[in-house]
């Protein structure tokens, strides 16, 4: 008998993106074709997304939309979606990004060798998707294709960019298979899936970027500070089976140890002298622990002020920092000046 079972799931993990989610379904459901199902997890959602979910559904019979009792937390929902899911391929696209016209016809050509994972590209833009601020994300500029015996290479080549979820396609029947549960509360249940043992093998990386990527609007914003200096660099440096070399190369262990590094986030919002006091109290030490407490006590507005002088002088191409330095709400009219004297033009 023939296999009526839809060719890929695009699973979606919401909460409390009402504002954003319709877009996103939108661009997605204008390219359906009938091997493909659109999966809505949403975790209990306070806001409007029930009925801009529910919409949708209404014009499109192939949307699957489950509301949960409670939010798991995105791992948890993210696995569900995958749980819910007819595919034998699932797209664990995000609920605020857009795909680009074609993208979901180029992915179903990817899967016609039917590799176990597709890593899909993506490009950087502002929060209304008017302007680029990085194209491609994944600095590829032709299809890429990883065997099991390269696993290294791939991680080194690809584990910082798919920090976004967005570019992931992988074979359910694989995900099921491996560890989830050991990553739920990392926020990337997906980094955890791919890179744990054993490796995963015919890999195949998209280089034309098909998402587009609204920057500057995750939900973890605000936790950015932990995210990226603890549950990130934990993760990565759990994965027994890579070289420390290839580790550093994704990212440094401590990164809190670095002056600038304290600084952006400072500049952001995200370090406090709330954010020393949890996490830097009891590990600093020394001369890194008076340049926390320092930066900590930094004026914000200075802060931010700093940062968009540096990156206007010494760091001009990282228009994703710029971008988020000038939106950050600490940027007051010092830093617009700053940005307006060095010529910086971000829309």
């Not at 819910?84 to 979901?104: F, K, Q």
Request: net charge positive.
């Amino acid at each position: 008998m023939p296999d009526l079972r839809p060719k890929l799931s695009i699973c979606i993990a919401t909460y409390n993106r009402a504002g954003f989610v319709a877009e996103t379904l939108d661009s997605i459901v204008q390219q359906l074709t009938p091997e493909v199902e659109l999966i809505v997890v949403d975790g209990a959602s306070p806001d409007d997304t029930r009925e801009v979910v529910g919409r949708m559904a209404v014009r499109c019979s192939a949307l699957r939309y489950f509301r949960e009792k409670e939010n798991s937390g995105v791992d948890g929902d993210y696995d569900k979606a995958v749980g819910y899911a007819g595919g034998e391929y699932c797209w664990l696209m995000t609920d605020d990004d857009v795909l680009v016209p074609g993208a979901l016809r180029r992915v179903l050509a990817a899967l016609e060798g039917r590799p176990n994972l597709v890593v899909v590209n993506a490009e950087v833009r502002n929060v209304d998707l008017t302007a680029k601020l990085e194209s491609p994300r994944l600095a590829i500029h032709a299809d890429l294709t990883f065997g099991a015996d390269q696993r290294e290479e791939f991680f080194v080549r690809a584990a910082n960019y798919l920090s976004f979820i967005g570019g992931v396609v992988i074979r359910r029947d694989a995900w099921l298979a491996r560890d989830r549960a050991s990553y739920y509360g990392t926020l990337f249940i997906h980094v955890g899936v791919i890179f744990q043992s054993p490796a995963i093998g015919n890999i195949k990386v998209i280089a034309q970027p098909l998402i587009m990527i609204r920057n500057g609007n995750a939900m973890w914003t605000p936790r950015g500070f932990e995210i990226w200096s603890f549950k990130w660099p934990a993760l990565v440096w759990s994965f027994t089976d890579f070289s420390e070399a290839a580790k550093r190369s994704v990212c440094v262990r401590e990164p809190w140890r670095g002056f600038k590094y304290l600084l952006f986030h400072r500049a952001l919002g995200s370090y406090s002298m709330a954010e020393f006091r949890k996490y830097l109290v009891g590990i600093a030490r020394g001369r890194t622990r008076i340049a926390a407490w320092a930066v900590a006590r930094c004026p914000r507005g200075l802060a931010n002020l700093a940062a968009v002088v540096y990156y206007g002088l010494f760091k001009r191409g990282s228009r994703i920092a710029l971008y988020d330095v000038l939106r950050s709400r600490h940027a007051g009219a010092t830093s617009r000046l700053a940005a307006c004297v060095l010529g910086i033009r971000l829309r």
